[in-house]
């Protein structure tokens, strides 16, 4: 009887333990929500402020329309209508019109920022936040993207092409640790706390023109690679692809392993379809970055046009 028992309480212990291992604490409070975003710094912003010496401003958004390019199903919608009572009839002796516009849309599609509320492992979200806990129809309960203050600080560009020595990275090819710190080298760059690191593949160069190839895999970075940058103290991360990861992974039984792990793990944002083609062909490897996101009550996810600053 004690035997059975021994081992009841063994199997029951070892199940408890994997359990565990989905839950990552957070290095900033038990119950911290706002997981990167902490190194941020009124310090980082001011010196953020004085890589501004050209005064040339690069949004880093795609338009997001119709025919955007994003993954099932998502999709995207919008309806123009007349004010007043639809009919367009002018209003007021001064005969005023107008348009509204009505937009059914995912906020996954186009440039984009995941919040820590996007991905997690087995329902379990950063610092321990369980689905059922933070879910609900009506939105996120908590790590929603509209509690999050904006993310204004270095920004700074890494040019995976230059490493490989291509137009364009290969769909899967994924870059770790070791190119990432090599290119980084090459450029004359550090990664720093605080800062917002992007990468450029060449594979936003798909879209509008085969966004079948687009869509069926991506360059991207690796799971040693994203640790990396957790250890640096980064706030966010965003290349010019669909997925920021490499597609297929590098483990091919794993699906988007680097979202959570990054989001539920280390708390670090990621930001999906950064257009730095301009950027990079003006070697902006340095700048100021600047991101005011919409704030829609109980988001996990919003499209943005975040900006660089040269």
Same mark, same amino acid.
């Given at each position: 009887? !004690? ?41 980082? &912003?001011?010196?953020?402020? !004085? ?39 002018? &209003? ?19 440039? !984009? ?38 993310? &204004? ?27 990432? !710190? ?11 706390k605080g800062d917002v690191v992007l990468f450029y593949t060449g594979w936003m160069n798909l879209q509008g023109v085969d966004n079948t190839r687009l869509m069926s895999g991506a360059p991207g970075l690796g799971m040693d690679g994203a640790e990396f940058l957790a250890e640096k103290g980064i706030v966010a991360v965003g290349s010019d692809t669909w997925g920021l990861e490499a597609v297929p992974a590098e483990n091919p039984e794993e699906i988007f392993p680097v979202h959570p792990l990054l989001l539920a793990k280390h708390g670090i944002y990621i ?40």
């Amino acid at each position: 009887m !004690q035997r059975v028992t021994f081992i009841a309480l063994f199997f029951l212990a070892l199940t408890a333990f994997g359990e565990e291992e989905t839950w990552y604490p957070s290095k900033y409070g038990k119950n911290d929500t706002l997981g990167a975003i902490n190194n941020l710094s009124a310090d980082g &912003v001011v010196k953020a402020a !004085q890589l501004v010496k050209l005064g040339k401003t690069y949004p880093l958004g795609v338009v997001t329309g119709w025919e955007t390019p994003a993954y099932p199903p998502r999709t995207y919608s919008i309806t123009v209508l007349q004010g007043g009572d639809g009919t367009g009839t002018p &209003v007021g002796s001064n005969k005023a019109t107008g348009n509204d516009d009505l937009m059914f849309t995912w906020v996954g599609i186009g440039s !984009q920022i995941d919040g820590l509320g996007h991905m997690g492992i087995n329902h379990v979200y950063y610092n321990g936040m369980r689905a059922e806990d933070i879910v609900s129809p009506k939105g996120l309960k908590e790590l929603s993207v509209d509690k999050l203050p904006p993310i &204004v600080g270095r920004g700074i560009l890494i040019d995976m092409t230059r490493y490989y020595e291509t137009e364009m990275l290969e769909a899967g090819t994924a870059y770790n640790s070791k190119e990432i !710190q090599e290119q980084a080298s090459a450029q004359g760059i550090e990664i720093e706390k605080g800062d917002v690191v992007l990468f450029y593949t060449g594979w936003m160069n798909l879209q509008g023109v085969d966004n079948t190839r687009l869509m069926s895999g991506a360059p991207g970075l690796g799971m040693d690679g994203a640790e990396f940058l957790a250890e640096k103290g980064i706030v966010a991360v965003g290349s010019d692809t669909w997925g920021l990861e490499a597609v297929p992974a590098e483990n091919p039984e794993e699906i988007f392993p680097v979202h959570p792990l990054l989001l539920a793990k280390h708390g670090i944002y990621i930001l999906e379809n950064m257009d730095v083609r301009e950027l990079a062909k003006d070697e902006g490897w340095e700048f100021m970055f600047v991101l005011g996101q919409p704030r829609f009550e109980g988001s996990v996810q919003a499209v943005i046009n975040p900006v660089a600053i040269r």
